[in-house]
């Protein structure tokens, strides 16, 4: 009965560090590549002022600033981050879907939420696209 015990024991362990290692090794953002998106929409909560991205490079280079983030350990729960004020990010892809992700600053850090996925640290500042000065 003990060597019973001491067996399931192990396997529970076993599939319990299974699942914990391959859940906390997802730790990169869910992006689109720059050539399947044929445009990036830029919204701001309560604004109505929208901005477009179509060049092939301005797409580029905005995929490009997302690749330089940190995870972090806070877990993104809901549709939309809760802060008071963000910038809503639709890919448009060329098989006709889209993707969201929003930004936001919170400290003079700005952050990178995609819903039910995470939260990351942006380590370049977005600005100038967010605001359409690029």
Do not use: C
Request: hydrophobic share 40%; aromatic share 12%; no cysteine.
């Amino acid at each position: 009965m003990k060597k019973i015990l001491i067996i399931a024991l192990v396997i529970i362990l076993g599939l319990l560090s299974y699942i914990y290692v391959f859940k906390t090794e997802e730790t990169e953002i869910k992006l689109p590549s720059a050539e399947n998106i044929v445009e990036i929409k830029i919204s701001r909560k309560n604004v109505d002022n929208n901005i477009k991205y179509d060049k092939p490079e301005d797409i580029a280079k905005i995929i490009e600033d997302f690749q330089t983030m940190i995870k972090t350990k806070q877990e993104s729960i809901s549709d939309a981050p809760n802060v008071p004020d963000w910038f809503l990010i639709k890919f448009v892809h060329k098989t006709g879907g889209e993707s969201n992700l929003y930004v936001y600053e919170k400290e003079d850090v700005y952050y990178i939420e995609q819903p039910y996925e995470g939260i990351w640290i942006l380590e370049k500042n977005p600005q100038t696209w967010l605001e359409g000065q690029d």
